[in-house]
Every structure is written in C-alpha cells, then in structure tokens.
C-alpha cells in the first residue's frame, strides 16, 4: 500500500487556517485525516480536549517531548505545542493522507523530518484583516493581540519557503485551491 501523503497547512493566527481545513475536510471523498496537536495552553471555551488540541500539563509535554513522541514541537507564546509521531505516522502508513495546521517553525521540523511533505500557505488579503480576526475572536488581551501581530510579521516572511500560497480572501475559491492542491497530490 502507498503511503499517505503529508500536508502541512501554515499561515498566521487569523489567516483562517481551522476554517478552511474544516470545510476541506467536510465534503472530502480522499482519506485524510486532521492530526490533533498537543499543546500547554488552556482550552478556549468552544475547543474540546482530543478533537481541537490535546491539552496537556507541562511536565506531561516534557516527558512526552523527552521520550520522541513528537514530530515536530515548539514553544509558542509561552506555551509548548507539538505534532505527535502517532498522529501521523500510523495514518500514512495506512494510506491515509495528513494534515498538519502547524506554524512556521513546526512546518521547518517536518520537512527536514519528511522531506515528501506537501506545504501551504495560508494568508490574509490584508494586514487590517489579521487584526480584525484576532480582535473578533474576543479570545485575548491587548497584549496577546500585540504578540501575535508581531509572529505574523515573522511568519509572513517566511512563505516563500512554502510549495503553494492561498490567498484567503474569497473562502469558497480558498477551499477550492486546497482541495485542488490535495488531490493533485493523491494521484501522484
């Protein structure tokens, strides 16, 4: 059996990344499966433990990190964040493709780990949107807010080390463009 092939799907907070991933996954016929990261941060009110994050104490993370549990890791914010080798490995061996929703840093770790891995970038039309999305969330002080202006700057820089770029400014040709991305790369 051919092994499933790996996405990785990066883009600044409020490029709409979790959107645009859940819509791919709603009406997708191929098998693919969304890798649940693990994380130190709290929960968001609307998140659940297992489907958004798999949020973990610190000392669990570190044990987990120490042992080679993870693919790729970071810490972000203050928090740690991962990518389970269980999430994905077992999937692509089973055929089955992966999508990893991971930062710029993270997206780094994997390809030098999966040098097959096929990679997305995901922006906003403008930076007034960014702001306006993280601001709508209601999720985050000021302070916070600030910080992750300041990571997108960052990240934006760093696209061109991506396979693709998707403009996330109409959602529907977004989805359109990924999902064209993804079976593109199926058939290979």
């Not at 709603?26 to 098998?31: C, E, I, M």
Request: charged letters at 25%; a neutral charge.
């Amino acid at each position: 059996m051919a092994k499933g092939p790996l996405f990785i799907v990066s883009g600044p907070a409020g490029s709409g990344k979790s959107t645009l991933i859940d819509l791919l996954l709603r009406d997708q016929a191929l098998p693919l499966h969304l890798s649940v990261s693990a994380t130190t941060r709290s929960p968001r009110p609307y998140e659940v433990d297992g489907r958004h994050y798999h949020f973990w104490t610190k000392e669990r993370f570190l044990v987990e990190r120490d042992a080679g549990a993870f693919l790729e890791w970071a810490e972000v914010h203050g928090h740690y964040y991962g990518t389970l080798r269980v999430e994905v490995d077992s999937h692509r061996n089973a055929g089955v493709g992966v999508i990893l929703d991971i930062d710029v840093q993270g997206a780094e770790q994997v390809r030098q780990k999966c040098p097959d891995c096929v990679t997305v970038f995901l922006r906003a039309p403008s930076w007034e949107v960014y702001e306006e999305r993280l601001r709508k969330r209601h999720t985050e002080d000021e302070a916070a807010i600030a910080r992750r202006l300041a990571t997108a700057r960052a990240e934006l820089a760093r696209s061109g080390e991506y396979h693709y770029q998707i403009m996330n400014d109409n959602l529907g040709e977004a989805v359109r463009q990924l999902n064209a991305i993804v079976q593109c790369h199926f058939s290979r």
